[in-house]
C-alpha cells in the first residue's frame, strides 16, 4: 500500500479499512488483523495505525472486543451509510475536477451518460 | 506525559570548536523520532553523548529520571557500528559477547530476530555485505530489553530490500513503551514509520515536530525538511 506523503497517514489507514470493509474484504462481525499486523502491512507506525482505530471505534464502524481486539459492526445501517459516504467523497473528487476543466454541472450529466452508454456497447 | 529523554542546555566542544550548541530535547516513551541533519551536522555526536560514550560535555541529559552515565547506560541499548570486533569474528561469537556483557540479553529473543532477517550465526563480519551487517547491528540493539534504541544511520548505503527488513524488524521489535531514535540524513523512505522528526542545523536542534502534524498542512515530511535547506540556497 502506497500512502500519499502529504496527507496524515492515518486518515489513509481510515480510508484504507473503509474500503476493505465495504467490498467485504473485511467482513461484518469478524476481526480485523491487529495493530501490528497492520502495521507492518502497511509499513506503518503503531501509533499512527492506533489512532485510525480509536477514530473508527468512535465513529462506530469497529468495535473492540476487550483482549481480543477490534471487530467490524454489523450495523448495516451503518455501514451502508459509510459507503454512500466513500461514493459521495469519489463524485465530489469528479465533479470538483470536472468543474475546474470548466464542465457544467448539465455537461457532466450529458458527458456522463453518453461516455457510460459507449463503454456498455463495448461490452 | 514524563519525558523518557531529557537534554538540558547541552553544548559540547572537541578541540575548541563546538559541535554541539545549547541543545534542548524532550523525547516521550513509545515513539520512533528520526534524528536529521546533513552529514556532519552533529547526529553521531549527540547519539554518543546520549549513550555516555562521549564526556566531557555541558548540561544535562536524563534517561527514564536517570542521568549519571553507568544508570543511564542500563536505560538504552546503542551499537555502534561493530567496530570493536575483529572481520574475522563470527555472529556467534558477537552473541557471545553480548550476553556476557549485557544482563538484558534475550538470546530468544536474538534466534528470532535472526532467523527473521535471514542471518547465517556461522558468518564472519568480513563476508557481510553492508545491509548485512546493519541487520545484524538491528538484531543485536532488539535484542536487549532498553527503554531508549539509538540507532546511527542503520539506513546508509542498504539496497531496498534490506531497508525494508530493517523497517519492518523496527515496527514488529519495538517494546510498546520504548522510544527509539534513528539518524539518517533522508527522511523519505523512512517518513511513514515516524512519530516525530528532530533536525540538527548550526549545532542545534532546529525543529522537533510530529510528523503527522506536517502532514495536516499539506506537506510532505521531505518537502518540510529539504525546504529548511533550500529557503537557506534562495
Not at chain 2, 554541539?20 to 555526536?45: R, S, W, Y
Not at chain 2, 542503520?154 to 510498546?176: Q, T, V
Request: glycine residues 6%.
Amino acid at each position: 500500500m502506497e500512502f500519499k506523503d502529504n496527507i496524515p497517514i492515518y486518515l489513509q489507514i481510515k480510508q484504507y479499512l473503509y474500503r476493505q470493509i465495504i467490498t467485504g474484504k473485511l467482513k461484518p462481525g469478524k476481526k480485523i488483523p491487529s495493530v501490528r499486523e497492520l502495521a507492518v502491512q502497511l509499513t506503518v507506525n503503531v501509533n499512527t495505525v492506533q489512532r485510525a482505530l480509536q477514530q473508527m471505534n468512535f465513529e462506530g464502524i469497529l468495535y473492540t472486543k476487550r483482549g481480543e481486539g477490534n471487530f467490524v459492526t454489523e450495523d448495516t445501517t451503518l455501514l451502508e451509510k459509510t459507503k454512500r459516504e466513500l461514493i459521495n467523497a469519489e463524485l465530489d473528487k469528479f465533479v470538483h475536477s470536472m468543474n475546474s476543466l470548466g464542465v457544467s454541472d448539465e455537461q457532466i450529466l450529458k458527458s456522463l451518460s453518453e461516455y457510460l452508454k459507449e463503454e456498455h456497447s463495448d461490452d | 506525559m514524563e519525558n523518557l529523554l531529557e537534554i538540558r542546555d547541552l553544548t559540547y566542544k572537541k578541540n575548541l570548536k563546538t559541535i554541539l550548541d545549547n541543545i534542548n530535547l524532550n523525547l516521550q516513551p513509545g515513539k520512533i523520532v528520526a534524528l536529521l541533519g546533513e552529514n556532519g551536522a552533529g547526529k553521531t555526536t549527540l547519539m554518543r553523548i546520549i549513550s555516555g560514550m562521549a564526556k566531557n560535555y555541558h548540561g544535562t541529559v536524563t534517561i527514564s529520571g536517570e542521568n549519571a552515565i553507568a544508570e543511564r547506560k542500563a536505560h538504552l541499548s546503542f551499537t555502534d557500528g561493530l567496530t570493536g570486533f575483529a572481520n574475522s569474528t563470527k555472529i556467534k561469537e558477537i552473541v557471545k559477547f553480548y550476553k556476557i556483557i549485557y544482563q538484558d540479553f534475550d538470546q530468544n529473543q536474538f534466534e528470532q530476530l535472526r532467523q527473521f532477517m535471514k542471518l547465517d550465526s556461522e558468518m564472519r563480519l568480513s563476508e557481510m555485505s553492508k545491509g548485512m551487517r546493519e541487520k545484524l547491528i538491528i538484531a543485536l540493539a532488539f535484542s536487549r530489553k532498553a527503554d531508549l534504541y539509538l540507532l546511527d544511520e542503520p539506513f546508509s548505503g542498504i539496497d531496498a530490500m534490506a531497508r525494508k527488513k530493517i523497517i519492518n524488524s523496527i515496527i514488529l521489535w519495538k517494546p510498546e513503551n520504548s522510544t527509539i531514535l534513528v539518524s539518517d540524513h533522508f527522511v523519505n523512505e523512512i517518513a511513514s514509520m515516524l512519530d516525530e522528526i528532530v533536525i540538527i542545523k548550526d549545532k542545534t536542534i532546529y525543529t522537533h515536530k510530529s510528523t503527522e502534524e506536517i502532514r495536516e498542512h499539506h506537506k510532505s515530511v521531505e518537502d518540510y525538511y529539504e525546504g529548511l535547506y533550500d529557503a537557506e540556497e534562495e
